[in-house]
């Protein structure tokens, strides 16, 4: 059983940053963790992935001001995320997947195995 522990949301202005974190326990070896998000309303989408092998994928929604990484340890996934807007209000779920994907399925929701219990972010205007 993988445990998922997010931090790091909180409110920040149009324009600012904000970096989320999320730790993993029990989990194996070859993984992926990733990030996603749902906004009032809306589907759970992607945001950004990183698999064991250093193969990141991003939304497109994400490229360019949204960056993840993981400590050395592969314990711990960062989402460092630039630019913010209010568009990128959502609660955002730290995700975790054992084994391999391809670049194909990364974003997809539905292929994950555990999740965080959700960390809110909000961007005022």
């Known amino acids: 059983q993988v445990q998922l522990v997010e931090s790091g949301g909180g409110s920040v202005e149009t324009g600012g940053p904000l970096r989320l974190s999320c730790k993993a326990s029990?989990?194996?070896?070859?993984?992926?963790m990733g990030w996603f998000r749902q906004a009032a309303g809306k589907e759970r989408a992607g945001v950004a992935v990183i698999c064991t092998g250093g193969s990141t994928y991003y939304a497109d929604s994400g490229k360019g001001r949204f960056t993840i990484s993981t400590d050395n340890d592969k314990r711990t996934v960062h989402l460092q995320m630039n630019t913010l807007q209010p568009e990128d209000t959502a609660m955002y779920y730290c995700?975790?997947?054992?084994?391999?994907?391809?670049?194909?399925?990364?974003?997809?929701?539905?292929?994950?195995?555990?999740w965080g219990q959700g960390t809110t972010v909000t961007i005022s205007s």
């Open positions: 029990g989990y194996t070896a070859t993984n992926c």
């Open positions: 995700a975790f997947k054992g084994g391999r994907i391809t670049a194909a399925q990364a974003l997809w929701p539905w292929i994950w195995q555990y």
